[in-house]
């Protein structure tokens, strides 16, 4: 059987607090016997349950890392009641070219799970994920936003499971979570995601999706470092009780939330993010990149809804998610 390369340089087990890295050897021209170092803290305290912590699946979105990077800065075992893994860069090599997939293979790691053992530096990653750290784990939190091509209103969110306890569990962190928005999420590909492996596993699992364009505000930043310290007080990690704001509960009932460029072009937004529209209204209009003088090709609203995602960059691709909507649930 192939072992897995990956060997961390800290102990996962022992009480107190240390950084280190998660070393897998990569050997290539610049260094023989080169090495791609995954930064990882990891914090033991009083007994209790594990959390594990990642950021930067996909390397071009930004709140994770640094609500990430704050926590293990600031974090101390006393303050813990369990153990904090905390991965800021799941994906280093991503997160150091500022890319959604890995310069090294181009594998996206978000689509690689379970991974490979022998496979390429993605699906190593993706293995060592699935098969060492997520088994250790009762709860684990994966941050997302839009990257580079895509912009969300800010929201956590949980799947639809068989398992209606293990739904009920990630509902309920979800909901700890506290983002302005809260949603149930129906995937567009499920399979290979990081968040299918860690379901399957029958873990308590919460995402996000925080903002978008390949960068972070302040006001993103904030809902991610609040959320992740709701979500942890919530697992009884960290002392205290999760501070509650008001948040807009929404469902993505079917496919049709999903609005796909039926062509390549300008894009002329005509309802911006977090908007409220109607069955048939006006999304967006793409103009022509190749002539003037010519009529826009017209997406309307395949239902009615609010706009929770959009196409970030001024021009779209034919087959590109435009827009997605989801709907407010009572
Ligand atoms: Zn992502």
């Not at 101390?76 to 893994?85: A, Q, S």
């Not at 956590?156 to 009920?168: K, V, W």
């Not at 997406?299 to 997605?324: K, M």
Request: aromatic share 6%; glycine share 10%.
């Amino acid at each position: 059987m192939i072992q897995n390369p990956i060997r961390p340089t800290l102990s996962l087990d022992a009480p107190g607090k240390r950084h280190g890295h998660l070393k897998l050897p990569y050997s290539r021209n610049d260094s023989a016997w080169g090495a791609v170092m995954i930064p990882i803290t990891v914090i033991v305290g009083k007994p209790g349950p594990t959390a594990l912590l990642t950021g930067a699946n996909h390397g071009d979105e930004y709140e994770g890392p640094i609500a990430l990077q704050a926590l293990a800065h600031e974090i101390e075992p006393e303050d813990v009641t369990g153990r904090l893994i905390i991965v800021p860069y799941m994906n280093t090599p991503a997160f150091r070219a500022g890319t959604r997939v890995s310069p090294l293979d181009q594998v996206n790691l978000n689509r690689a799970f379970p991974g490979a053992p022998g496979g390429s530096v993605t699906q190593k990653i993706a293995h060592y994920f699935n098969d060492t750290l997520v088994p250790m784990a009762d709860l684990v939190v994966d941050f997302h936003s839009g990257g580079k091509t895509l912009d969300f209103v800010p929201f956590a969110c949980a799947h639809y499971l068989d398992d209606a306890t293990q739904q009920a569990a990630c509902v309920a962190a979800v909901t700890a979570f506290n983002a302005p928005y809260t949603l149930m999420l129906r995937e567009i590909d499920a399979v290979g995601m990081y968040d299918t492996a860690v379901e399957e596993q029958g873990k308590t699992f919460v995402t996000t999706e925080l903002g978008g364009g390949g960068t972070a505000t302040a006001r993103s930043a904030g809902i991610a470092h609040k959320g992740i310290r709701n979500v942890l007080k919530h697992a009884g990690i960290l002392p205290g009780a999760p501070e509650i704001a008001p948040t807009v509960m929404l469902d993505m009932p079917d496919d049709d939330c999903y609005h796909t460029a039926p062509e390549a072009g300008l894009i002329e937004p005509m309802a911006d993010l977090g908007e409220t529209v109607t069955q048939g209204q006006p999304l967006a209009r793409i103009w022509p990149m190749d002539r003037s003088g010519a009529a826009p090709a017209v997406v309307h609203a395949q239902r009615d809804g609010v706009v929770v995602a959009r196409h970030f960059p001024g021009l779209v691709q034919l087959g590109d998610t435009l827009a997605v909507l989801a709907v407010e649930a009572g």
